[in-house]
């Protein structure tokens, strides 16, 4: 990509005189700088003087642009209003660089991607959106490759504290070449959350042993997960005078509840291949690549693992603890209206917990805090199901990422481009980190300020703190047009959900569907590059019979119920991620 700076610096120069703004002096600058520290952004890893001293770089970088109205796009989390409500004026006071950061629903910052990626229409200047398309922007041709563009039309306006290792998700906005496509603004996982305090109670743990012959305590299969969401549905029945239920989760046929099971569910359950951030050869969509990495199939008989085995039984167990230990009206919930569930205080663990209700649960208002705000819950690693083996990834993680497309002009595209660095630049992160509770940068999780909030937080920052963080990653770049794709999975799961069809007939369906929107992009020719080839059909038993992923159906898909106490796991984890 040619360097158009000269055409840039002019472009806007003309649009600052036509406004009749004016760059402030150096001195102007610094006051604002001093005066958004101060207000604004008091917590933070550097020093006052290293904050001013960034911001003073952002105000510099920006006098080219000043005067311009860009529009910024991201979803609706605590995150990214904090930075539309706080950050965008921040930025716009410091850099008159007049910012609009919208927030719209996740399904429309999709949908208004795919449309500005099809059309060639600069709908808006950049985008917040999931590290789970990385495989469509490395395939398209049109996503700016932020590692080429910093090194060359970004060179003049990349922050030189930037500090990209220091962030703790770049792995999954990077494709197979080690490019960065996609820079992260948020991330959260889904998790295990308990009942820490029912656990504690010395009258159920002797009941559970009782029953169960073994420790009550945070499951490390899905077998004990099962037995927990039995207990305390059908043995305990009640605490306080409240019905109680084992198990939360959610089935309204609804966009939603794709999320439920392309995030990770089947790979959970271990149907995918060892490898992180994404299972080589077959991730945890189930769809197999060949060493070029390119698409070659998500049916089993070409060798994916979409309808396999393992994917059958997590969805069977998917079903079945929805209808046998939740409560009843979930099974016409959606994601938004099943997360503030747990929060009502009679749902005793949920197996698929998303961080990014953390501040939600803390607020001590809810049911599950005590007289002082402290959380009567923990999140734990989740547990994995029978199929799972060593060097799989253990879960799913959710990472918002600044992109940007090429149908942007340059100059709305660099100005935009500033603006998100302005969002995660270490003199803004951590406020926004304990404003949102969704970590982007190792310095921010390690800092003091989060050691005092830890206590409060049920778990999440330990979690952060451990290595093992890093095993529960996003959807990968197997999935090559992931607009396209993801609804397939509703759409074909929810008849699962609802008992209109088992659980093997609707993922036949949807890997044949996954199939055929692979087959036909391929034909279609839209790929710029790691275009899908897909394996010829053969008999499945062939697949099956081989070594890896699709694996053949287990004799025993329900081994004993294993547990562990939770303040030895989290010492463990502490102890781990201690530097």
């Known amino acids: 990509m040619r360097n158009n700076k000269f055409k840039l610096t002019t472009l806007a120069a003309s649009l600052m005189l036509a406004s009749g703004t004016l760059i402030a002096d150096d001195h102007d600058a610094r006051a604002i700088a001093e005066r958004l520290v101060d207000e604004h952004f008091q917590n933070s890893t550097l020093s006052r003087e290293e904050q001013i001293e960034e911001l003073l770089w952002f105000a510099k970088a920006a006098e080219p642009f000043r005067g311009m109205d860009i529009q910024t796009v991201a979803e609706g989390l605590t995150t990214h209003v904090y930075e539309s409500e706080v950050l965008a004026e921040a930025f716009s006071e410091l850099t008159g660089i007049n910012i609009t950061h919208n927030i719209i629903?996740?399904?429309?910052?999709?949908?208004?991607?795919?449309?500005?990626?099809?059309?060639?229409?600069?709908?808006?200047?950049?985008?917040?959106?999931?590290?789970?398309?990385?495989?469509?922007?490395?395939?398209?041709?049109?996503?700016?490759?932020?590692?080429?563009?910093?090194?060359?039309?970004?060179?003049?306006?990349?922050l030189p504290t930037l500090d990209l290792d220091d962030f703790i998700g770049l792995q999954y906005g990077t494709g197979p070449d080690g490019s960065l496509f996609q820079l992260p603004t948020q991330q959260f996982a889904n998790l295990y959350w308990f009942r820490y305090d029912w656990f504690q109670r010395e009258d159920l743990q002797e009941q559970f042993r009782e029953i169960y012959g073994y420790d009550l305590g945070v499951p490390t299969n899905w077998t004990a997960y099962e037995d927990i969401a039995e207990f305390f549905t059908d043995h305990v029945g009640e605490i306080d005078g409240t019905t109680v239920y084992g198990h939360m989760d959610y089935g309204r046929r609804d966009p939603s509840l794709g999320w439920r099971f392309h995030d990770s569910w089947l790979s959970m359950a271990g149907m995918g291949s060892p490898g992180v951030p994404s299972g080589n050869p077959v991730d945890d969509w189930g769809i197999r690549v060949n060493e070029d990495s390119q698409p070659v199939g998500a049916s089993v008989s070409r060798g994916g693992a979409t309808n396999s085995p393992a994917s059958v039984f997590a969805m069977q167990k998917a079903v079945d603890w929805l209808r046998d230990y939740a409560p009843e009206e979930a099974q016409g919930m959606t994601?938004?209206?099943?997360?503030?569930?747990?929060?009502?205080?009679?749902?005793?663990?949920?197996?698929?917990?998303?961080?990014?209700?953390?501040?939600?649960?803390?607020?001590?208002?809810?049911?599950?805090?005590?007289?002082?705000?402290?959380?009567?819950?923990?999140?734990?690693?989740?547990?994995?199901?029978?199929?799972?083996?060593?060097?799989?990834?253990?879960g799913y993680q959710d990472v918002g990422a600044w992109t940007f497309f090429d149908s942007t002009p340059e100059d709305r595209r660099t100005a935009a481009w500033l603006f998100a660095q302005f969002t995660v630049a270490k003199t803004t992160s951590l406020e926004k980190l304990m404003a949102g509770l969704t970590p982007i940068r190792e310095s921010d999780i390690f800092s003091e300020q989060m050691?005092?909030?830890?206590?409060?937080?049920?778990?999440?920052?330990?979690?952060?703190?451990?290595?093992?963080?890093?095993?529960?990653?996003?959807?990968?770049?197997?999935?090559?047009?992931?607009?396209?794709?993801?609804?397939?999975?509703?759409?074909?799961?929810?008849?699962?959900?609802?008992?209109?069809?088992?659980?093997?007939?609707?993922?036949?369906?949807?890997?044949?569907?996954?199939?055929?929107?692979?087959?036909?992009?391929a034909r279609a020719n839209v790929f710029d590059s790691?275009?899908?080839?897909?394996?010829?059909?053969?008999?499945?038993?062939?697949?099956?019979?081989?070594?890896?992923?699709?694996?053949?159906k287990l004799d025993d898909e329900m081994p004993q119920g294993t547990t562990v106490p939770y303040d030895e796991m989290m010492e463990a984890w502490m102890e781990a991620g201690t530097r």
């Open 451 to 521: 050691t005092e909030m830890a206590p409060k937080l049920g778990g999440l920052v330990e979690f952060y703190r451990s290595p093992n963080e890093s095993n529960w990653t996003p959807t990968g770049t197997n999935v090559p047009d992931y607009p396209r794709m993801a609804p397939l999975w509703w759409q074909n799961l929810a008849p699962v959900m609802s008992g209109e069809v088992t659980p093997q007939e609707g993922l036949d369906k949807l890997a044949a569907d996954m199939d055929n929107t692979m087959h036909r992009l």
């Open 335 to 394: 994601f938004g209206e099943a997360g503030p569930v747990p929060a009502q205080g009679h749902i005793a663990q949920q197996i698929f917990w998303y961080t990014a209700f953390t501040a939600d649960m803390t607020d001590p208002a809810v049911a599950v805090t005590d007289d002082e705000g402290n959380p009567l819950w923990r999140m734990a690693p989740s547990p994995t199901g029978p199929y799972w083996e060593e060097g799989m990834k253990v």
């Open 530 to 552: 790691y275009a899908p080839m897909l394996n010829e059909e053969r008999d499945p038993q062939y697949w099956l019979d081989q070594e890896g992923s699709p694996k053949q």
């Open 105 to 158: 629903g996740e399904g429309d910052v999709v949908d208004t991607m795919q449309n500005q990626m099809q059309s060639g229409n600069s709908i808006y200047d950049g985008f917040v959106n999931d590290t789970d398309s990385i495989g469509t922007h490395i395939r398209y041709g049109t996503t700016i490759n932020l590692t080429q563009a910093m090194e060359n039309e970004w060179a003049d306006y990349t």
